[in-house]
Nanobody, 114 residues
């Protein structure tokens, strides 16, 4: 069973930046399309960004131009660089295979507030 561990969240002012990281246990990480999701209080979990094994990316419209997803297959890790953060980006952020085939990790809290 793959285990996912997210880190890098915190409290940041509007306009600030954070870099989230996710590490996955197990083998064959490189073949999977990985994604970041987020869940704001009282809302359903939503897709944020994904990156294929070949490095192609896509983003939800609300983060395009501000967030960048990347991966390091040698470290079984995927990152999310978040710039120009807005209060509406406040959520718990999770990573998973894009079809969410693995159990969710604990997530990492991102709070954007002045």
């Amino acid at each position: 069973q793959v285990q996912l561990v997210e880190s890098g969240g915190g409290l940041v002012q509007p306009g600030g930046s954070l870099r989230l990281s996710c590490t996955a246990s197990g083998r064959f990480f490189a073949i999977y399309t990985m994604a970041w999701y987020r869940q704001a209080p009282g809302k359903q979990r939503e897709f944020v960004a994904a990156i294929t094994s070949g490095g192609s990316t896509n983003y939800v419209d609300s983060v395009k131009g501000r967030f960048t997803i990347s991966r390091d297959n040698t470290k079984n890790s995927v990152a999310l660089q978040m710039n120009s953060l807005k209060p509406e980006d406040t959520a718990v952020y999770y990573c998973n295979e894009v079809n969410t085939r693995w159990s969710w990790g604990q997530g990492t809290q991102v709070t954007v507030s002045s």
